[in-house]
């Protein structure tokens, strides 16, 4: 019993110190106690406990990144989509841009050739787009406000949905007769991955890491090296490579573009 009581609150102090009580338009609360509470308590504490360790790597990958940071936010801003979605290429890839996954994702934003051409990329063998930058960001910028809107501004569906695609979410729901998260049978992989994205906004201040540097020459982003060390590449692998592969064959889009 005592144990318990201590996971819940170790949880509950990660949730206060990093202003996940706080109402914050787009994302479910983090009150176990609130009803709408949509997140695993347990599921959301095992995440932050395997990030918080590395927070310190975890920032300084996304100071590297910082103007992909800035640019990406431009976009969501463009949409009127949270800004806290600009973490999400760090759990997809890293930042990498040239990372390619066992079912054919590519690029920053892990595109599947269907999701690309969708939004509007040439995928061919001699031009994929999805390696291009601001072009990826531009279709997975897109593709997340189709899916914001779609899922009514709830922040753990919209990630649901890009992670394991919008149909199985919507059929997640219908069977569960519940729009809650938490409530719906998903992919583990699925799971993990919008808890790990609740987890990662918790551990990091991305409002801090986006403000503009001072002008003092010590800033921290103007030391960094341009690539990790090969220790900060494992630990990153180990904290965000996906385990499994989600069969994204037979789940068709339910709306066409």
Request: with cysteine; charged share 20%; glycine share 2%.
């Amino acid at each position: 019993m005592k144990k318990q009581h201590g996971t819940r609150s170790r949880l509950m102090a990660v949730l206060c110190l990093t202003g996940l009580f706080l109402w914050i338009p787009g994302t479910a609360s983090a009150d176990p106690a609130n009803p709408s509470f949509s997140l695993s308590a347990e599921a959301l504490q095992a995440q932050v406990d395997r990030l918080l360790p590395h927070k310190k790597v975890i920032e300084r990958h996304l100071l590297r990144n910082r103007e992909t940071l800035l640019a990406i936010e431009t976009s969501l801003r463009q949409k009127s989509l949270p800004l806290s979605l600009a973490l999400l290429p760090m759990i997809e890839s890293t930042f990498r841009v040239d990372a390619v996954s066992h079912a054919n994702a590519a690029g920053l934003w892990q595109l599947i050739p269907a999701t690309a051409k969708r939004f509007g990329l040439r995928v061919e063998q001699d031009h994929d787009e999805r390696f291009d930058v601001a072009r990826s960001t531009q279709a997975a910028v897109a593709y997340l406000s189709f899916l914001y809107k779609k899922f009514d501004q709830d922040l753990s569906l919209t990630l649901a949905a890009y992670n394991a695609g919008e149909g199985r979410v919507s059929r997640a729901m219908k069977r569960a007769n519940s729009r809650q998260f938490s409530q719906l049978v998903l992919p583990r992989e699925t799971q993990d991955y919008v808890h790990k994205f609740h987890a990662l906004l918790s551990v990091v201040d991305l409002k801090t890491l986006t403000q503009p540097p001072p002008l003092s020459p010590d800033a921290r982003w103007l030391a960094l090296p341009k690539a990790p060390t090969d220790l900060e590449s494992r630990i990153l692998m180990d904290l965000f490579a996906k385990r499994d592969v989600i069969n994204m064959a037979p789940v068709q889009p339910l709306i066409a573009l």
